[in-house]
């Protein structure tokens, strides 16, 4: 599938780009709300535990003061009936400001803990609500990529870097293991043997690898790093890639660091294998779940800032949407084409006065967005 501009030029992303807006908008229109409602309710109990707080620390405040008056009053007194009764009052002090403090601090716990239980409740609503948004994939980001077998079966993590905002999505696999032969074909590397029937010695052999399994691969644009190993788990093999250089293990050996190894190892099969198994692990993604967001370090859910993550996302879609306005030919509408690997044409458009209307509904917020977006000068 391609998709170009109005005029026929390539879009620079290959992305559906009016999809894209338009499953922003509506997320952004059903996640905003959680967010404030959310931000609202903490609000009411942040300002009834800061009361609290206070009143613990008054009470303490007020309780020492009512000590050192009675002992002001009594410490020059040797008689019985006066120590008597500045001991009663001091029990009597003792026993008031401890319950009363408990009963504060039992309500600040339960506060807590409903702070705690709104925070999990919204988490667990607002990645839910993102997750189709982050599924597909925000422009603009740096991607670095981590699966792992687990029990025989694949698992993996994304994690994902944009202007300040990073996101990690756990993903499973359509496949439960991957072999070299089944993603990349024949794999031969050599290794040294003992050989020969009266005098031992070591000799370069090729051994086939077609039938060993991925352990382990990570990579991101620049750098991969792969494990394998046969199904005995007696024999292994591990590739570290940084640009166009690698460095082989295999069996004990570094191949790449034996002379002698290299001149029968054929490294662009190496490097073909590891080209095969990035395409193959970013195609076969059954399913995306977002689990972490984080804004300049920081929980963005715990710390309400879905509404800034938000603004940096249609920050991405800024320059898109003003270069298809720029190449269409009506001015309130963002248009591109489409053509089908069939060779079938169509175009595809949204207008600026739909996104606006949209986002408008969400009040100064949905504005803001519009204004990020472009669809605000209509």
């Not at 074909?185 to 050989?195: A, E, K, V, Y």
């Not at 294998?273 to 779940?289: G, R, V």
Request: glycine share 6%; charged share 30%; proline share 1%.
């Amino acid at each position: 599938m391609k998709y170009t501009f109005q005029d026929s030029t390539d879009l620079p992303l290959q992305r559906d780009i009016i999809k894209d807006v338009q499953n922003f908008v509506d997320i952004s229109r059903k996640v905003l709300p959680i967010e404030n409602a959310s931000i609202e309710k903490n609000d009411d109990l942040y300002r009834r535990r800061i009361s609290l707080e206070k009143g613990v620390d008054e009470l303490e405040s007020i309780n020492g003061k009512v000590l050192e008056v009675i002992n002001g009053l009594t410490e020059d007194s040797d008689m019985k009936e006066i120590l008597d009764y500045r001991n009663s009052v001091f029990d009597e002090c003792d026993a008031s400001f401890s319950k009363s403090t408990k009963t504060m601090l039992s309500e600040i716990e339960s506060i807590n803990k409903s702070i705690e239980d709104e925070n999990l409740g919204e988490s667990k609503q607002i990645l839910s609500a993102l997750n189709s948004l982050f599924e597909g994939g925000i422009y603009g980001t740096t991607d670095k990529f981590s699966i792992s077998m687990n029990r025989g079966v694949m698992r993996g993590r994304l994690l994902a870097t944009v202007a300040g905002m990073e996101y990690e999505s756990e993903l499973t696999f359509k496949d439960d293991l991957l072999t070299v032969r089944g993603t990349y074909g024949s794999l031969f590397l050599p290794t040294w043997s003992r050989s020969g029937i009266f005098y031992k010695e070591e000799k370069v052999k090729l051994e086939e690898v077609s039938d060993f399994i991925l352990t382990s691969l990570d990579f991101d644009e620049f750098i991969l790093s792969a494990s394998f190993e046969n199904k005995k788990s007696t024999k292994r093999f591990k590739i570290e890639m940084d640009g166009n250089s690698f460095i082989l293990h295999y069996h004990g050996n570094e191949v790449t660091a034996d002379p002698t190894l290299m001149q029968s190892l054929k490294s662009e099969h190496v490097i073909a294998l590891l080209d095969a198994f990035k395409e193959h692990i970013s195609s076969s993604i059954q399913k995306h779940t977002l689990v972490k967001l984080v804004l300049d370090g920081d929980d963005a859910i715990i710390n309400n800032q879905i509404f800034d993550c938000l603004k940096l996302i249609a920050e991405q879609f800024t320059d898109f949407i003003n270069e298809c306005l720029e190449r269409g030919y009506a001015k309130d509408e963002i248009t591109i084409k489409i053509e089908e690997s069939d060779g079938t044409r169509t175009e595809k458009y949204v207008s600026k006065t739909d996104l606006f209307d949209q986002l408008s509904e969400l009040g100064s917020e949905g504005l803001e967005l519009a204004s990020l977006l472009g669809v605000d000068n209509i």
